[in-house]
């Protein structure tokens, strides 16, 4: 069993950048087949998938966020970061960090384990 617990800051002003890190316990981040991803879900908007790294390191990424998202890992600490990077107001919403141990959880938010989410506001 897998468990994810995203952190962060929860308020981040415009124009800087959001960082935020998925902590994974019960499972390892690099084991086979295994992808990672970032969801995000604005407040009275639809799930939307940012990007993801697989357990070999490739990352993908959401065609109108991939100008301004970059994940990462660390498999020492078991751990996925996001950050996206010129932040503004829309970017407010709840951010998830959720795994599938096959490869097509993304096309229907079918995510074998999910994060609790934490809600990050980007205001001044």
């Known amino acids: 069993q897998v468990q994810l617990q995203e952190s962060g800051p929860g308020l981040v002003k415009p124009s800087q950048m959001l960082s935020l890190t998925c902590t994974a316990s019960?499972?390892?981040?690099?084991?086979?087949?295994?992808?990672w991803s970032w969801i995000r879900q604005p407040p009275g908007k639809a799930l939307e998938w940012m990007g993801a790294?697989?357990?070999?390191?490739?990352?993908y990424f959401s065609p109108s966020l991939k100008s301004r998202t970059s994940i990462s890992r660390d498999t020492s600490k078991n751990q996925v970061s996001l950050q996206l990077s010129s932040v503004t107001p829309e970017d407010t919403a709840v951010y998830y960090c959720?795994?599938?141990?096959?490869?097509?959880?993304?096309?229907?938010?079918?995510?074998?384990?999910w994060g609790q989410g934490t809600r990050v506001t980007v205001s001044s």
């Open positions: 959720a795994g599938c141990s096959g490869y097509r959880c993304y096309e229907n938010f079918e995510y074998d384990y």
């Open positions: 019960g499972g390892s981040i690099t084991s086979a087949y295994y992808s």
């Open positions: 790294i697989a357990y070999d390191g490739s990352t």
